[in-house]
């Protein structure tokens, strides 16, 4: 028997439409950028999506044709010729693989470029209109997203990883990709449906081993089991992208035959029922320093205002520069600045100079701190275990550390990288377990790095370009009525 001919393909990226730096070639180039048979390379045995795509098919009936997956740290806005160059490579590497006989697709879900707003929208569309109708287009979601009709529309089945921090986007790759053989292999017919809700879970409450994640996908969960579904994924949404899918959705996929009309209204009850419970507490760290003396070390303080995984810059000193306010020390920061690098690069180890960080956020205070050059490091390493993202190379850079008089430590990358694994400091030398404070640029991922190291871990309300409140950033574009943007009245 012939084997089934199946592509794999992905543009994969979170876009901030409130970041004032847009996202380029570039960043691709230094995030992921993998064509053909890199692709399992770098892949096949990692804790990501692909991984699971690749494990779940079986190499004696199914012939796999990686195409081109792109990736790039989150950020602003991709530009539009970055978009089509990328879009148009892979449309080219699809004319050249087929025919085929099915599809694997990695969308984020949260994707926006210069002219297209549903950017996974259009890159999925591109892929149908070339494949026909007839081949099954199956892939994953990455929960942060902003799900279009369109992108339901022109695929098959899109499954969301369910865990947040995502930690299991290794098995969300083998349902996906499980499902699409089944479907070569057997007369299936399935079908899936998109319910866009009226509301913004807020970033802080998406957290899904905490309330109020915890109990609504053991509802909706139970709904899914009720109903029969293929599957059901809680979409949580993506709240810094200014465009019209805004917002928390639930995606489900169905066998065919099935009604599934009558258990709309009890999914919908269970978010509709919760809508108090989204939005977050805003705790500052005002509020935190006098409970200090009694907090268990070291804490890891969620820097929410700068979460470089929801798009943001990474070079805010705000709490480092309270931290130092208040004569606290033991405390490490990881900040991100191509330029500061290579200003710090003038002088050498256990030299003592003066710096400011001013320039590089407006939230940064003025006055300039004293630090003495701890050393350069390379910034390159690798997360064998689960972590968010289920990535396994990372690249900082080159890596300048620094220390305050104070005694506190400033790391600062050329390269942004999310804080997903503990080891983007103990790959410097840098022992967690010592430090008092451990400021993460990031609000729920950084849990899992760290959870073996802090037991305590604080969501603190900062301001940058990912703040806890969503309501303050400037809609355009976005639905209504949208909870807590405007009142939703609870019918369910």
């Known amino acids: 028997m012939m084997k089934k001919r199946v592509a794999l393909a992905g543009i994969y990226h979170e876009s901030n439409t409130f970041s004032k730096r847009p996202t380029t070639y570039i960043d691709f180039e230094k995030g992921h950028l ?26 004696e009936r199914v012939e796999l044709v ?37 599809v694997l697709v990695t969308p984020h879900g949260a994707a926006v470029a210069e002219g297209y707003p549903d950017m996974d929208g259009d890159w999925l569309q591109r892929i149908r209109e070339m494949v026909g109708d007839a081949v099954p287009v199956v892939g994953t979601l990455d929960p942060h997203a902003n799900v279009s009709p369109r992108m339901a529309q022109v695929t098959d089945a899109l499954f969301a990883y369910a865990t947040n921090p995502h930690l299991d986007q290794r098995e969300t790759g083998k349902k996906a990709a499980a499902l699409l053989q089944d479907l070569l292999f057997t007369n299936r017919r399935i079908k899936q449906e998109l319910l866009q809700l009226p509301l913004q879970i807020s970033i802080e409450q998406q957290h899904t081993g905490k309330e109020p994640c915890r109990s609504l996908y053991r509802a909706v969960q139970k709904i899914a089991g009720d109903m029969g579904a293929v599957g059901v994924s809680i979409i949580l949404g993506f709240p810094y992208a200014d ?35 989204f939005c977050g507490e805003r705790v500052t760290l005002q509020q935190v320093l006098p409970q200090a003396p009694g907090l ?16 943001a ?16 020390d033991r405390a490490c920061v990881c900040i991100s600045s ?15 100079f003066t710096i400011s960080f001013r320039e590089l956020d407006e939230h940064n205070r003025d006055a300039p701190y004293n630090v003495r050059l701890l050393g350069f490091r390379d910034g390159a390493f690798t997360e064998p275990d689960p972590r968010h993202g289920g990535q396994v190379q990372y690249d900082m850079g080159k890596v300048a550390l620094l220390q ?5 430590i400033i790391v600062v990358t050329s390269l942004r990288v999310p804080p997903f694994s503990s080891r983007q400091l103990t790959s410097l030398g840098i022992e967690p377990g010592k430090l008092d404070w451990i400021i993460a640029k990031g609000v729920n991922a950084p849990m899992a790095a760290y959870k073996d190291i802090c037991p305590v871990m604080i969501q603190v309300h900062t301001p940058g370009e990912t703040g806890a409140d969503m309501t303050a950033y400037p809609f355009k574009n976005r639905r209504k009525p949208l909870y807590p943007f405007e009142t939703i009245r609870n019918e369910a």
């Open 296 to 311: 268990q070390k070291p804490v890891l303080l969620l820097d929410m205002g700068d979460n470089v995984g929801g798009g």
């Open 66 to 102: 990686p195409l081109l997956y792109a990736e790039a740290t989150p950020g602003g806005v991709i530009g539009k010729e970055t978009y089509e160059r990328l879009k148009d490579e892979l449309a080219a590497l699809l004319e050249a693989a087929l025919p085929l006989d099915g």
């Open 34 to 59: 993998l064509r053909g048979n890199e692709i399992p390379l770098q892949y096949q045995d990692a804790h990501h999506e692909i991984g699971g795509l690749i494990a779940a098919l079986d190499p």
């Open 243 to 277: 465009v019209y899918e805004m917002g928390s959705a639930v995606m489900v996929i169905s066998d065919a035959h099935i009604n599934t009309r009558p258990w709309i209204p009890r999914l919908e009850a269970c978010f509709l029922n919760r809508l108090p419970s």
């Open 338 to 352: 191509r330029q500061t690098v290579a200003f710090i690069s003038k002088f050498r180890t256990g030299e003592v």
């Open 404 to 408: 305050t008089e104070m005694g506190n």
């Open 313 to 328: 810059r990474g070079c805010s000193m705000f709490l480092l520069d309270l931290l130092e306010a208040a004569g606290k």
